[in-house]
């Protein structure tokens, strides 16, 4: 009883520790969970129905913008991949990708020298920034106009792309996530959300309450483990008793191991003696054995003899078939040559017709530029012939205008005439 071990003592106290932090969280966690299990009954998205054309509305808009989402993510993906692809996607699309890579690389580009320090001033750089950030704006909006306009295609490169991580897979999850609280706020009527509030409210004081009890529970729980750690003060001390015991008998055992070594000694020497003889015993068995692996390697000449036979004849079996592998390989590279001539033809062909489609080309915007310059022209004339009718209406205007005062000057002076010869006969008359 009186030697007992110290790391006991010390495993009995943390487990004691342990236990009483376990109690604590054991009475904290089964309101919790039952709180929390009722809120997410109450508050689960999924049994909420649409009631309204626009909550219909915003929904489908929150759809469509996490498909295009999904469909941009996979932008990357399909360029990184564009060669295996080109049958698939057509001249199009691939035309626009390759254009969108360009644009991003040029962007990376500018924000690496915008990072390095270059000499081109800050406003010219802002100024780049923003027009290529408007270029990869249209860029990935007709790409994704085009992707959309085939459904069964966009579905294939749906299946190949998903196989690999994609990174904005976290932001479009938290679209997601940000869609179905969109949703509960659509859904949730007035009432609804009052009964929320009066519950959350309920959750609130009963959390109040159980801090409380949890809070008198651990002052409890705080004065028990001083008294246990009083406790274990006191069964330290003993331990350290005990240690200085376990010091006197060390002394103790250093002299007996002292006796011990001294017989072992003596025993070490008869051993000596003993593994001599065995020795000599065991060099006849070596010279058997000698004599034993002698016949063996003999044996064991026969059957290489016979091991190489096999070999040679095995070496002209691999022999045969590698003439035989280079007839075939002189016939493939014969139908090899024919396949490369043809190719040869068709690719000469293909520069032909590139050459008729760029003097084509040429032609086509010759003839543009004259259809514009004609309409220029017409255009030109329209103008011409609209102002000088309007300078012709003008003349003509004042034209007649003169005319008609010309027509009535002198009906005007024999008014004028008449009126004096009336004012002249009143005077004499007086």
């Known amino acids: ?74 932008i990357p993906h399909i360029i990184g991949s564009l060669d295996r692809l080109a049958d698939m996607l057509g001249t199009e699309i691939t035309n626009n990708l390759i254009e969108h890579q360009k644009l991003s690389n040029e962007m990376q580009h500018l924000l690496a020298s915008s990072e390095e320090g270059d000499t081109m001033g800050a406003e010219e750089q802002r100024d780049c920034l923003c027009l290529l950030e408007q270029c990869l704006k249209r860029s990935v909006r007709d790409v994704l106009r085009l992707l959309l306009a085939n459904p069964l295609r966009y579905q294939a490169l749906k299946r190949r792309a998903w196989e690999s991580q994609s990174p904005a897979e976290a932001f479009i999850k938290a679209f997601g996530e940000f869609r179905n609280f969109m949703l509960e706020r659509l859904l949730t009527s007035p009432m609804k959300e009052e009964e929320q509030i009066q519950f959350m409210e309920d959750i609130s004081l009963q959390i109040k309450k159980n801090n409380e009890a949890i809070t008198a529970l651990q002052a409890e729980l705080a004065a028990a483990i ?40 003596k025993q070490q020497e008869e051993e000596l003696q003993a593994s001599q003889a065995r ?7 070596i010279q058997q054995l000698e004599a034993q692996l002698n016949t063996l390697v003999q044996e064991h000449r026969v059957s290489e003899l016979a091991l190489r036979k096999r070999k040679c004849r095995g070496e002209t079996e691999i022999g045969n078939w590698i003439q035989k592998y280079e007839t075939d390989m002189e016939e493939k590279q014969a139908e090899y040559e024919e396949v490369s001539a043809a190719y040869a033809m068709e690719k ?17 915007s010759q003839i543009e530029e004259e259809r514009r310059i004609c309409q220029i022209k017409k255009e030109e004339a329209l103008k011409e012939l609209a102002n000088k009718t309007r300078a012709a209406t003008c003349i003509q205007a004042f034209w007649r205008g003169y005319l008609v005062r010309r027509l009535f000057k002198p009906k005007r002076k024999k008014k004028k005439d008449k009126g004096k010869g009336k004012g002249k006969g009143k005077k004499t008359k007086k």
Do not use: W
């Open 279 to 285: 020795c000599a015993r065991l060099q006849q068995d």
């Open 226 to 265: 001083q008294t246990q750690e009083e406790e274990i003060h006191k069964k330290d001390n003993v331990i350290k008793d005990l240690k200085t015991s376990i010091q006197d008998l060390t002394k103790n055992c250093k002299a007996a191991i002292q006796h011990i070594k001294q017989e072992g000694e």
């Open 348 to 364: 000469a062909q293909k520069s032909l017709l590139t050459e008729k489609r760029a003097v084509l080309l040429q032609e086509y």
């Open 1 to 74: 009883m009186a030697t007992r071990d110290p790391a006991v003592c010390q495993v009995s106290s943390q487990d004691v520790k342990q236990r009483n932090k376990s109690l604590v969280k054991g009475m904290a966690t089964p309101e919790k969970a039952t709180i929390t299990l009722d809120a997410m009954k109450m508050l689960d998205p999924r049994q909420l129905k649409l009631d309204s054309v626009e909550t219909e509305r915003i929904i489908t808009v929150l759809d469509e913008t996490i498909a295009k989402l999904k469909l941009s993510s996979l």
